[in-house]
């Protein structure tokens, strides 16, 4: 079993930037891979980017590649999302997830069989 539990959501200008941080507890976190997921009103949960059991790998949807950057840090037992250059659609309920396998289906969500609570991301325009 693994608890994530996200923080780091808030109300933001567009062209701001926040910073999510997903906690883990539980099983031994550098085992699995994690992914970050949103879900904005009357839209479904989509992919936001991955992350590989090290910071070697990682993965982004089109539509924040190169303005947001995940990371982990091991020891902390701890991901992030560095988010730049915000945008009005970027608003969504943000959601971390952890994966114990790695597959190049990184960005479905059942790969994933943890899930944190989700925190909210407001961007004003």
């Known amino acids: 079993q693994v608890r994530l539990v996200e923080s780091g959501g808030g109300l933001v200008q567009a062209g701001g930037s926040l910073r999510l941080s997903c906690a883990a507890s539980?099983?031994?976190?550098?085992?699995?891979?994690m992914g970050w997921f949103r879900q904005a009103p009357g839209k479904e949960r989509e992919f936001v980017a991955a992350?590989?059991?090290?910071?070697?790998?990682?993965y982004y949807a089109d539509s924040v590649k190169g303005r947001f950057t995940i990371s982990r840090d091991n020891a902390k037992n701890t991901m992030y999302l560095q988010m730049n250059s915000l945008k009005p659609e970027d608003t969504a309920v943000y959601y971390c997830?952890?994966?114990?396998?790695?597959?190049?289906?990184?960005?479905?969500?059942?790969?994933?069989?943890?899930w944190g609570q989700g925190t909210q991301v407001t961007v004003s325009s």
């Open positions: 992350i590989g059991w090290t910071a070697g790998n990682t």
């Open positions: 539980g099983r031994t976190f550098s085992r699995y891979a």
């Open positions: 997830a952890a994966n114990p396998s790695w597959r190049d289906t990184y960005y479905r969500r059942d790969e994933y069989d943890y």
